[in-house]
């Protein structure tokens, strides 16, 4: 098996964050899908780790530790994945505590937004009641009961009538900065990967100084092969990774079976041409 044939899924979520399946279920699924490196990244949140490490080690799966740092950069919400991190590093753990500290506050703006703007009440509590780490409620859990009680028929659909940007449902927050992000993740002894960087709203100037400035703190790494990119979307990344100098990761971003863009495990394998962020961590 070559280094650009390895079945490598590097970005997946688990009950820990915003997925359904806990650490160890999320495993197998991995496993029976044909996984050979498997990264657990949930949200701002490393206390699934060690369980997934321990779950992937019992089926004999490769397993890389992560994480999903959620920032704002000119206002705008980006996601920087943490890979091969020390997830007991101490700086790293402070740093996604004060990432999640405002959750739960726009959590309730959500609802009472939802509440005045659109007639929906009651979506705090029903958003709690699919949420498996009370200090991570997040949009995915409210997009869940939204379903559940008939106000879009998808998850996918809940965003775009009420979550996403500009939305009635949606409150803007301020995460982590880019500068705080990489540092954590480097302190900790990882690489920093910029999350599916198709799904972002910046202009090309504003992605080229984006791009720069994660350089510069040293970041090292984009994802090309996602759930969230189209197909031309996988070669348009290894392109631009290849011009800045960044190697590339592959990675689903599965959270549940229902609403599953790509299944994990299932993501068509790496372009010619790409250098991949694994490439030192394993033997081929
Ligand atoms: P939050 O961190 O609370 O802002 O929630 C962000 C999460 O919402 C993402 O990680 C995705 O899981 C989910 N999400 C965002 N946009 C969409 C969308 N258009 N369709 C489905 N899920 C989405
Ligand atoms: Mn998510
Ligand atoms: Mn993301
Ligand atoms: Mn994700």
Redesign the pocket.
């Known amino acids: 098996m070559s280094i650009l044939t390895l079945n490598a899924d590097l970005h997946s979520?688990s009950t820990i964050s915003?997925g359904v399946l806990t650490p160890a279920a999320l495993a197998e699924r991995a496993k029976a899908n044909g996984v050979d490196v498997w990264a657990l990244t949930d949200?701002d949140e490393v206390s699934g780790v060690a369980a997934a490490r321990a779950a992937a080690h019992e089926l004999d799966m490769g397993f890389i530790s992560g994480v999903e740092i959620?920032i704002t950069w000119a206002g705008k919400?980006i996601h920087i994945v943490g890979l091969n991190i020390d997830e007991n590093n101490p700086d790293l753990i402070a740093g996604l505590a004060k990432t999640r500290s405002g959750r739960e506050r726009r959590a309730q703006d959500m609802a009472a937004d939802l509440a005045s703007k659109v007639g929906i009440t009651g979506s705090f509590e029903g958003a709690l009641k699919y949420v498996g780490n009370p200090d991570l409620i997040?949009?995915?859990h409210f997009?869940r009961y939204l379903v559940e009680i008939g106000a879009a028929p998808s998850?996918?659909d809940v965003?775009?009538l009420y979550l996403?940007e500009g939305k009635p449902g949606y409150v803007p927050h301020r995460w982590a900065t880019l500068a705080e992000a990489v540092s954590w993740i480097r302190g900790a002894g990882g690489a920093a990967v910029v999350a599916h960087p198709g799904r972002y709203d910046l202009s090309p100037l504003a992605f080229d100084s984006f791009f720069r400035e994660f350089k510069e703190y040293g970041g090292i790494a984009i994802e090309t092969v996602t759930g969230s990119h189209t197909v031309d979307q996988y070669d348009e990344y290894t392109k631009i990774a290849n011009q800045y100098g960044f190697l590339v990761s592959r990675g689903s971003d599965f959270?549940s079976p229902e609403d599953a863009e790509v299944d994990i495990g299932k993501l068509p394998l790496l372009p010619k041409f790409s250098k991949p962020v694994w490439e030192n961590w394993l033997s081929a």
């Open positions: 979520h915003d949200h959620s919400t997040s949009r995915s997009a998850v996918s965003f775009k996403a959270h």
